[in-house]
């Protein structure tokens, strides 16, 4: 019997070759059993984990943008130099996996995959987010001319 610590390495090696076969083929080419080998893990973990493979994926998602918009949720983006630490963190999060922002394009533009209401979703909840986030921003420097807030 795996421990709870063991169950969590098996979910995180799920969600990494998950990644892994996503980002190197279609969404239709790609198979639970193919991922499953590739985390070393029992196919039968897919269906306890995420339900399904559309599960998976979309977890796959969500685990890849949460950094981004935990920040944006967040109460860190309250100044100039906290959007340019996110805009950081954003080229960070996406330099690591080059790939990923092609994966949601071929997703929202060529609507390859199944979850482009869940990324849109995902996606718009950052972007109301930014702009209540901007709004403060500009509230608060209403008096202050446009080009001191880039510098």
């Known amino acids: 019997m795996e421990t709870s610590s063991g169950?969590?390495?098996?979910?995180?090696?799920?969600?990494?070759?998950?990644?892994?076969?996503?980002?190197?083929?279609?969404?239709?080419?790609?198979?639970?059993?193919?991922?499953?080998?590739?985390?070393?893990?029992?196919?039968?973990?897919i269906r306890y984990y995420f339900g399904s493979k559309e599960g998976l994926y979309e977890e796959m998602i969500r685990e890849t943008l949460a950094p981004l918009l935990d920040a944006l949720e967040g109460q860190s983006l309250t100044s100039v130099s906290d959007i340019e630490g996110f805009l950081s963190l954003y080229y960070r999060t996406m330099s690591s996996r080059p790939e990923f922002p092609k994966l949601i394009l071929k997703v929202l533009a060529?609507?390859?995959?199944?979850?482009?209401?869940?990324?849109?979703?995902?996606?718009?909840?950052?972007?109301?987010?930014?702009?209540?986030?901007?709004?403060?921003?500009?509230?608060?420097?209403?008096?202050?001319?446009?080009?001191?807030?880039?510098?």
């Open 7 to 45: 169950q969590q390495d098996v979910r995180a090696r799920l969600v990494t070759a998950a990644l892994d076969c996503f980002l190197a083929d279609e969404y239709h080419k790609v198979t639970t059993r193919a991922i499953a080998e590739k985390a070393e893990a029992n196919i039968a973990m």
């Open 110 to 151: 060529l609507n390859q995959g199944p979850g482009r209401r869940f990324i849109l979703q995902l996606l718009e909840r950052g972007r109301a987010d930014a702009a209540r986030k901007v709004e403060v921003l500009q509230a608060e420097n209403a008096n202050t001319k446009p080009w001191t807030l880039m510098c």
